[in-house]
Structures are given as C-alpha cells and as structure tokens.
C-alpha cells in the first residue's frame, strides 16, 4: 500500500516538473513568437528548418539534401532530416506546421525530465531523480535556451534521444551488476 503511494506521488511530482518546464518555456515566449505579423522564430537556423520543412510538405515524401539558396552554387544539408520529418507528420494529422514547429522544443525540452528521473533514481534514490529532473529543465542553461519555444532546431531532439540512450546504457549496466568506478 505504502509503495504504491510513493510510486503515485512521484509521479504527480514528475509530471508537475514536466508541465511547469513546459510552461517556463512558452509563457515569457508567446508574444515574441506569435505576432500579428505572423510566427517570429528566435534563431536563423529555424528558418532553415522552416524552409525545408515547406519544401517536404510540397513533395511529400522527400526531403531537400542540396540547399540552392545557401553559398554561391548551393551546399549539401549536413544533417539528417528527422527533426523535418517529425514535423510534417505531426502536421499531417491538421494542425499547422508552424504551431508544430514551434512548439516541439518545449515539449521535448519538458518531456526530457522523465528520462532524467530515471536516470537519477536508477543511480541513487527517487528523491535524487526529482532533484535532477528539476535541475535539468528548470535551470538557466544552454538547454533551455535552445528549448523554448520559437526555437525550432533539431537540438532539443538531441537532447530528448541523449537522454533515453543515457537512462539505457545506466539501466543495462545495473542489470550487468557493472562496478561503477
């Protein structure tokens, strides 16, 4: 009885980290990106997405590997486009591609609390877990920045995948009864 009440408030508690991350990432945001003039997105590389991205939606299913507008002669795109994908997938479904894209950073970046947690309680306690979680997605660091909202980088992804494959590799090793030196 008593476990499963611990299990029940850490999970109300990740899931408030969660959703307070996910609300520290778009509040102070919303008037900077959703403007009369349109979407406004923070970084130059957004744009870049953003073009690839309608390109995709206009050939759907292929994807742009030479951008023509970037150098003199065009240049390969030096990145794989799952980032591009996800988007015009989730976009297929009947929501805008600009809300797509510029809310996939703040969930992603707010969703990373949960392997982050994991990670934590694996090594050391629960309470350890929530502790990292919060200090994750809440302090003020480069992964914040790069997970607000407007920002539509294939970052976030980076870090949301860092994060499952860490948990992974740390829950592989506990089961390998791995020394940790």
């Avoid at 870049?48 to 991205?53: E, Q």
Wanted: net charge neutral; charged share 10%.
């Amino acid at each position: 009885m008593l476990e499963g009440m611990k299990i029940n408030k850490v999970v109300l508690g990740v899931s408030l980290i969660v959703i307070s991350a996910f609300l520290i990432r778009v509040i102070p945001q919303w008037n900077n990106i959703f403007t009369s003039y349109g979407v406004l997105y923070h970084d130059v590389d957004t744009y870049l997405h953003l073009r690839l991205i309608e390109n995709m939606i206009a050939n759907f299913p292929m994807a742009l590997s030479v951008d023509q507008y970037a150098l003199l002669g065009g240049m390969d795109i030096g990145f794989p486009p799952l980032w591009n994908w996800l988007v015009v997938i989730i976009s297929k479904v009947g929501i805008d591609y600009h809300y797509v894209d510029a809310f996939l950073p703040p969930i992603l970046g707010a969703l990373t609390a949960v392997p982050v947690y994991l990670i934590g309680r694996t090594l050391f306690t629960r309470s350890i877990g929530i502790v990292a979680s919060l200090i994750c997605v809440l302090l003020p660091s480069e992964f914040l920045h790069r997970t607000l909202l407007g920002f539509s980088d294939h970052h976030a992804l980076e870090i949301f995948f860092m994060a499952w494959v860490i948990f992974f590799v740390v829950k592989f090793c506990k089961v390998l009864n791995y020394k940790w030196a």
